[in-house]
């Protein structure tokens, strides 16, 4: 599957062209004919001889942006200045700042932000811990944390070179939910001692964001810190992927007309996600599922089952199925996949029942090629932004903490997720809803609103939040 240009790999290069004649199109010509986009053209300076641009193009990757360049610069008259890379660019200094909600201007400001007016807070705080959350940023604000051993696509980079991506979802948690997420990236991948790290911080927090920890260490972590914690803990690699795979499932079955309890569901992967979705799957009223691994389908007769595999071989698979996963999607409603590229071809889809619904949301190369799966399935969905139905757990984490902060909650529960994926499937209207749109976009404000009040209120929060969900009583401090 050839990529398209992407703006992940756009690059901007300043060069130089005679004023006058056909150099601008010759080179918007050669960039086009070699698979790049030119997104702008600006003039950043001008002379009677020569003019400078600044060239803003998408390549495909690194490698062809540095073709693109090097097309550029075999342009007639063309010199090439500088080479920018605008994804680096955006990342200079770091994507996230901190800023204080108020101004500091004078002696008064100062002894009521910090000594000595701070001392009547703290002490008020010393006796009833309680009021952190209404005296301290800690009412607004999540940890991120990471041990980097699971970053994308991009597998054990360890702590620093998670960082980029804990303060993207930072940045996003802000975005999208208005809340202050801080990365915490630990240089350690000791169950023990990431537990006791998170614990230990979790005093200023309102919940534990676990982010890009491998499996099956990650199914430790979260268990033991959501039994120690009074805080909510999400892994958002698996109940954020269930709770938006789910949603696109109901609004699938809604185009094709099919029964969740009637549908016959093949999963291709059995890591965290894999298993957080067959999980919630299993509590939204899914009978039939069967799921594959690398070695192939997980049943309750294969040798060496232990941990969640063991959970799965008990719990789906109710016919018994053996074999490969080309010949478990032989007749099957729905496949979901959250494993590995290439794993079927257009033919492997074609053998599916009629109306099949395709899920194939490894990245950045699916599955099965998006284009041929459409050419059997009624609706198919990827992980990419390229293709319709992009399945994204950006349109699920951001509602889903803003739902538990402002319920207060201290744990998050299966009825939470299926009311998380119930109000994001609700997003898309009757009107709007055909085979290449089953999930919203994430920029459509409804999403993250409904999520978050669907939370708040299975949570036990307020069916209404008042203006100022933070406004309360002033105590006597």
């Not at 802000?174 to 990236?185: E, M, N, T």
């Not at 994001?424 to 920029?443: C, E, K, W």
Request: hydrophobic residues 45%; charged residues 20%.
């Amino acid at each position: 599957m050839s990529a398209l240009p992407s703006v992940s790999y756009s690059i901007t290069v300043r060069l130089e062209v005679p004023a006058g004649g056909g150099s601008v199109s010759a080179l918007t010509s050669a960039v086009e004919g070699a698979g790049g986009s030119v997104t702008a053209l600006d003039v950043t300076a001008s002379g009677h001889e020569r003019l400078q641009i600044d060239v803003t193009c998408a390549a495909r990757d690194t490698d062809h942006a540095d073709e693109l360049v090097e097309i550029m610069r075999a342009v007639p008259g063309v010199t090439i200045g500088k080479v920018s890379d605008r994804t680096f660019l955006m990342h200079l200094g770091g994507k996230i700042e901190m800023r204080s909600k108020h101004p500091i201007r004078n002696r008064d400001d100062l002894s009521m932000v910090y000594t000595p007016g701070v001392a009547r807070v703290c002490l008020a705080i010393a006796k009833n811990k309680e009021d952190a959350r209404r005296l301290t940023s800690k009412r607004n604000s999540i940890a991120v944390v990471t041990d980097g051993s699971a970053v994308l696509g991009l597998g054990n980079i360890g702590p620093e070179a998670a960082l980029p991506v804990m303060e993207g979802k930072a940045a996003l948690f802000k975005r999208f939910g208005d809340i202050d997420a801080w990365p915490l990236c630990l240089d350690t991948q000791d169950v023990d001692e990431i537990v006791a790290v998170v614990k230990a911080v979790a005093p200023g927090f309102a919940g534990i964001n676990l982010e890009d920890i491998s499996a099956p260490r990650c199914f430790e972590v979260e268990a033991r810190l959501r039994e120690q914690l009074d805080i909510p803990v999400f892994h958002d690699d698996q109940h954020g992927t269930a709770i938006v795979v789910l949603a696109a499932l109901y609004n699938a079955l809604r185009v094709v007309d099919k029964s969740i309890a009637e549908v016959r569901v093949v999963m291709s992967g059995a890591g965290a996600a894999g298993t957080a979705i067959i999980k919630l799957l299993l509590a939204a009223g899914v009978q039939h599922i069967v799921v594959s691994d690398i070695d192939g389908v997980v049943h309750r007769g294969r040798a060496g089952l232990s941990g969640e595999l063991a959970w799965l071989a008990e719990h789906t698979n109710a016919l018994d199925v053996t074999g490969s996963l080309t010949e478990a999607v032989v007749g099957a409603d729905v496949f979901i996949g959250v494993s590995a590229p290439n794993l079927l071809t257009g033919d492997d889809i074609a053998g599916m029942a009629d109306d099949a619904i395709v899920f194939a949301l490894a990245n950045p190369e699916p599955e099965v090629d998006p284009m041929e799966a459409m050419k059997h399935a009624a609706v198919v969905a990827t992980g990419r932004s390229d293709f319709p139905n992009q399945i994204n757990n950006v349109l699920a984490f951001p509602g889903v903490f803003r739902g538990l902060i402002d319920a207060r909650s201290k744990e998050i529960t299966t009825t939470m997720l299926l009311a998380a994926a119930r109000a994001l499937a609700g997003v898309v209207t009757d009107d709007q809803l055909n085979a290449a749109y089953i999930t919203p976009s994430v920029f459509n404000a409804d999403v993250h609103t409904a999520v978050a009040t669907a939370v708040r209120r299975a949570a036990g929060g307020p069916a209404e939040l008042p203006v100022d969900p933070d406004v309360a009583v002033q105590d006597d401090v």
